[in-house]
């Protein structure tokens, strides 16, 4: 394929560029595909695959319709990392209580059965009661798993927060502290106080799950 010219290329910067998630706007605008200036790329497979199948006419209308999905996306991303936040303080606590049920059952497993425990037994026996317990054990060990992805996701997040504010208010979120408490702390109005609460949000959504839609832009063409 020829080079893109130089108003292909500017058309593609502002209509697909501008609506892809891989794209970092402020003060420098990055594209962290490529990792460069968004205005130094030159060619990317997403122009090709857009440009073959809507033609000129259409890339602007194409790039309206990525953006609809793309910001449904990360408001549902938004959305579940609220819920995480909320739910912080529980998870550890259940993660603690889970780790605990776990070492119970395997003292258990141990002490009632030994190696006797894996020899064959008839139905109803040793062996299916311990069958029973290591599939109760699995049960317990897939959700710590899952619980501790989640706390460790918000965990390394939260030293990208660099904003004094926004780093107050998440530590406080995570204390369970209400919104009206949190407001007076910081000294601002409760309007305010959501504001940077968004903002926040979005920090966090970037880089929680920013590889993820990153990834997912792919298959929208």
Do not use: F
Not at 22 to 43: A, T
């Amino acid at each position: 394929m020829k080079p893109w010219t130089e108003n292909e290329r500017l058309q593609h910067q502002e209509h697909i560029c501008e609506v892809c998630p891989g794209s970092l706007w402020g003060e420098k605008s990055i594209c962290r595909i490529h990792q460069m200036s968004i205005g130094q790329v030159d060619d990317c497979p997403e122009w090709k695959v857009r440009q073959a199948n809507a033609g000129p006419t259409k890339v602007k209308e194409r790039g309206q319709a990525y953006a609809a999905y793309a910001w449904g996306d990360i408001e549902a991303q938004i959305a579940q990392i609220d819920e995480e936040i909320k739910d912080y303080p529980w998870m550890q606590r259940e993660i603690a209580r889970l780790r605990e049920e776990l070492e119970q059952i395997d003292s258990g497993l141990t002490s009632r059965y030994g190696i006797d425990a894996a020899q064959p037994k008839a139905k109803g026996t040793v062996s299916s009661v311990v069958a029973r317990e290591v599939q109760k054990r699995e049960a317990r060990w897939q959700r710590l798993k899952a619980l501790e992805e989640k706390v460790k996701r918000i965990e390394l997040a939260v030293d990208h927060v660099l904003d004094n504010r926004q780093r107050t208010l998440l530590e406080c979120l995570l204390q369970s502290q209400k919104m009206n408490a949190i407001a007076r702390h910081i000294g601002v109005s409760r309007q305010t106080l959501y504001d940077i609460k968004r903002h926040l949000l979005e920090l966090l959504a970037e880089h929680m799950y920013g590889e993820v839609m990153v990834k997912e832009h792919a298959r929208v063409k």
